[in-house]
């Protein structure tokens, strides 16, 4: 399998003000064609830990928050990759009224809402 372009999404955690050293290492690894993949955090499974959500060229994937700095594998929950082709954004809030975060995604076609199901799942 030939990779395109490899960028690292980064998990910081300021302990202090002061500048990390050394560089922190990568969480996961982004499959993104032309540039860095956007990230967005809260808490989409309920549990009470922000987890993390990346777009890149497969699509949206979640990394849940295991607690204490850990996170699961990278899980699609949007793989239209044409859609999201050419740097999408990504937020996180709660529009649709039921009280789980949903996804908000600004790509080349406007801006489409991935409603939060629970447990890691989400619907167009
Ligand atoms: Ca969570």
């Avoid at 954004?89 to 908000?104: C, M, N, R, Y």
């Amino acid at each position: 399998m030939q990779k395109l372009a490899i960028s690292d999404i980064l998990l910081i955690i300021a302990i202090s003000a002061a500048a990390c050293t050394p560089a922190p290492s990568p969480i996961a690894t982004a499959n993104a064609l032309f540039s860095h993949p956007f990230v967005a955090a809260g808490d989409l499974t309920g549990d009470g830990r922000n987890d993390i959500i990346f777009a890149d060229s497969k699509g949206l994937n979640l990394l849940v928050n295991l607690g204490n700095g850990n996170f699961s594998e990278g899980k699609v929950v949007y793989d239209n990759s044409n859609s999201l082709f050419g740097q999408p954004t990504i937020a996180i809030s709660e529009v649709t009224g039921d009280h789980l975060p949903d996804i908000i995604i600004g790509d080349k076609n406007g801006v489409l809402i991935l409603k939060n199901l629970g447990g890691g799942n989400f619907k167009n």
